[in-house]
Structures are given as C-alpha cells and as structure tokens.
C-alpha cells in the first residue's frame, strides 16, 4: 500500500518553464488536495478537490492549474514558472467525511532559477 | 488574510515540561480542528484532531482544548521528549473535509 506518492521529489526550473507535479493516491480517497510550504508561511492551500471532475480554488491559486479526471490523480500543473513558486510542495488525500484527517506525500522540493 | 493564526513560532521546552500551543481561527463555519506534526524532510502527519461540540480531548501525552466562544484552541504536549521535536500545525476544516487550512506552524526543540 504505497498511500500517497509525489513524483518528482526534486526540480529545478527556469523562469517561464512550464510542468507537472504528479500525485497519485491507492487508498480510494475521494478528496485530494495541494498545499505550498514556505518558511514562515506554513501549508497554504492551492487547489483541492472532492471528486473526479470537481476541483475547486484555495488560498493561492494563482499560476497553479488541476484536473482531476481519476479518483487516484490530482496533478498540479505549473504555467509558467516564477521564482516565487521556488517551494516544497504537498499532495494529500482524504475520505470523504474524515474532517481534517488527511494523508500526506513526502513533497516536491521545486526551485525556480 | 491568515484565517487560522498560530503562536508561537518557536518554543523550546525541557525534557519532561510541557509544551503548549496556540490557535485561533475566525470562520465560525470550520468544523473540525485537527493537529498535525512534522519531522525534517517529511510530509506532515495527523497527530489528533477535536470537532467544536467537545471541548477537550486527550491521546496519550497530547491534549487538546477547545474555546469555541474565544474561536481559540491549544495543543498541550505532557512530559515533553526530546523526540517530540518536530514541526506542528493546527489547521481547521469546513467543506466536510474538502478545504483544510493550516495555521504558519511552531518549531518545537525540547532539550534533554
């Protein structure tokens, strides 16, 4: 049972670059979420979702695009990357109805250059 | 706007004293308060959570009480270990569950 799995761990990108974080979840978790890490800052929602084909905007949203066309998938896709999305980011997923009780992946450490 | 405030930054703590951690939120429709703890280099992980109609709740060594007219709740950390050194975040919850936000978290050092 892999639980959540972020891939890649480690990116470094140039100013304007465009990619995907990829989350993946085999718990059947029906809610699944991104957060962005920073020092100071806390985790700050970025997008979230409670369904395949619903997804909806958090605390930052901007410069950050979801899909969610799978229960298992949740990929973040970054347009056109800035340094101010140098971050660690987090996927987690949840059973519909747990509250708060959220699965964490180990992160992405991204670097905008 | 920061809708769950967390204090304070940093705490370092003795062995076997307790640590203590606060939150207040504003957004009366957040229903469920969990606490979350993370080690270096780790995803955060769920350490004990509280809904507003109880207002305490106690896993082992951790408590957590709840004000629900203050809007404030605190994590209280009894005989505190030296591998209890991590990184903690409350968060508060509404959308049964599908918008969790998180508080800016507390580094806690306890020294043997």
């Known amino acids: 049972n892999a639980g959540v799995t972020q891939t890649p761990k480690f990116q470094v990108l140039k100013t304007g670059q465009s990619m995907t974080l990829q989350c993946a979840q085999d718990?059947?978790?029906?809610?699944m979420s991104w957060y962005r890490q920073d020092p100071g800052m806390g985790l700050r929602l970025i997008h979230y979702?409670?369904?395949?084909?619903?997804?909806d905007q958090g605390e930052v949203p901007n410069g950050y695009n979801v899909s969610r066309s799978t229960t298992e998938d949740f990929p973040l896709r970054l347009l056109s990357a800035a340094p101010s999305q140098t971050s660690v980011y987090f996927c987690?997923?949840?059973?519909?109805?747990?509250?708060?009780?959220?699965?964490f992946g180990s992160g992405t450490r991204l670097t905008v250059v | 706007q920061q809708q769950v405030k967390q204090s304070p930054q940093s705490l370092i703590v003795q062995k076997g004293g307790i640590s203590i951690i606060n939150c207040a939120y504003e957004?009366?429709?957040?229903?469920?308060f969990p606490w979350y703890q993370q080690f270096p280099g780790k995803g955060p992980a769920l350490l004990i959570a509280?809904?507003?109609?109880?207002s305490e709740k106690k896993e082992g060594r951790f408590t957590i009480s709840f004000n629900k007219s203050a809007k404030q709740f605190s994590l209280h950390i009894m005989d505190s270990q030296p591998g209890d050194s991590a990184t903690y975040f409350c968060?508060?919850?509404?959308?049964?569950?599908?918008?969790?936000?998180f508080g800016q978290g507390t580094e806690l050092s306890v020294k043997p």
């Open positions: 987690a997923s949840s059973y519909r109805g747990q509250g708060g009780g959220y699965t």
């Open positions: 718990m059947n978790h029906e809610y």
């Open positions: 979702s409670v369904g395949a084909g619903i997804t």
């Open positions: 957004n009366t429709a957040f229903d469920y």
């Open positions: 509280i809904r507003p109609d109880v």
């Open positions: 968060a508060a919850n509404y959308n049964q569950g599908g918008k969790l936000i």
